[in-house]
């Protein structure tokens, strides 16, 4: 079982920008994907993007497209999502898992998650 820590949340202004970090305990994540989802008050926990590591592929929710970008520190087995132009409806508890690329889907057990509060 994979550990995944993820932590940087706060509270930000409506356009203002935050960066998550989700460290790892794995020795390496090469070939696998990761990614972060985000569950918001009354929702269900969604996809938000996901990288491969090694290969730099990415992919995005439609709704964080152009302001949200993903990224990994290979030697610090750590995962980012800089968030940029942030909105009130990205107010979530924002989580790091490892992706089934294509689904879109978690693989391990959820962690504490974030909290990303945006106020308008």
């Known amino acids: 079982q994979v550990q995944l820590v993820e932590s940087g949340g706060g509270l930000v202004q409506a356009g203002g920008s935050l960066r998550l970090s989700c460290a790892a305990s794995?020795?390496?994540?090469?070939?696998?994907?990761t990614g972060w989802f985000r569950q918001a008050p009354g929702k269900e926990r969604e996809f938000v993007a996901a990288?491969?590591?090694?290969?730099?592929?990415?992919n995005y929710a439609d709704s964080v497209k152009g302001r949200f970008t993903i990224s990994v520190d290979d030697d610090k087995r750590t995962m980012y999502l800089q968030m940029n132009s942030l909105k009130s409806e990205d107010t979530a508890v924002y989580y790091c898992?490892?992706?089934?690329?294509?689904?879109?889907?978690?693989?391990?057990?959820w962690g504490p998650g974030t909290q990303v509060t945006v106020s308008s």
């Open positions: 898992n490892g992706v089934n690329f294509g689904s879109e889907t978690p693989i391990w057990s």
């Open positions: 794995r020795r390496t994540f090469n070939s696998y994907t």
């Open positions: 990288i491969t590591w090694g290969f730099g592929r990415t």
